[in-house]
């Protein structure tokens, strides 16, 4: 059974940071791309992940929301997946799903395995 199980969600104040982790199961984890995807408050899951890291390379891409605040980073020893989140701010506010997908890409669209996600709230 596949399984992809984020953590570390939480309450935050703006400009702390916070660490996600996604433990996946069920697949090899060295074939697939990672992603982690946002769905703010009465919107859509974005389509676009904010941080991917490829499977070939480890090489990683992010949304220009995001970029020099997340960094996604991947443990192939533990099957786990980061998003280390800096200076964060109440924008951020969404629920946060991990994603993976057998992909030569980043693996920033369309994945095929979802988690289930978790909360990030950033307020004061």
């Known amino acids: 059974e596949v399984q992809l199980v984020e953590s570390g969600g939480g309450l935050v104040q703006p400009g702390g940071s916070l660490r996600l982790s996604c433990a996946a199961s069920?697949?090899?984890?060295?074939?697939?791309?990672f992603g982690w995807f946002r769905q703010a408050p009465g919107k859509e899951r974005e389509r676009e992940g904010a941080?991917?890291?490829?499977?070939?390379?480890?090489?990683?891409h992010y949304s220009n929301s995001v970029k020099g605040r997340f960094t996604i980073t991947r443990d192939k020893a533990k099957n786990t997946v980061y998003l280390q989140m800096n200076n964060l701010k109440p924008e951020d506010t969404a629920v946060y799903y991990c994603?993976?997908?057998?992909?030569?890409?980043?693996?920033?669209?369309?994945?095929?395995?979802w988690g289930q996600g978790t909360q990030v709230t950033v307020s004061s």
């Open positions: 994603s993976a997908s057998l992909s030569s890409g980043f693996g920033c669209y369309d994945p095929d395995y």
């Open positions: 069920g697949f090899t984890f060295d074939d697939h791309a």
């Open positions: 941080a991917c890291i490829s499977a070939v390379d480890g090489s990683t």
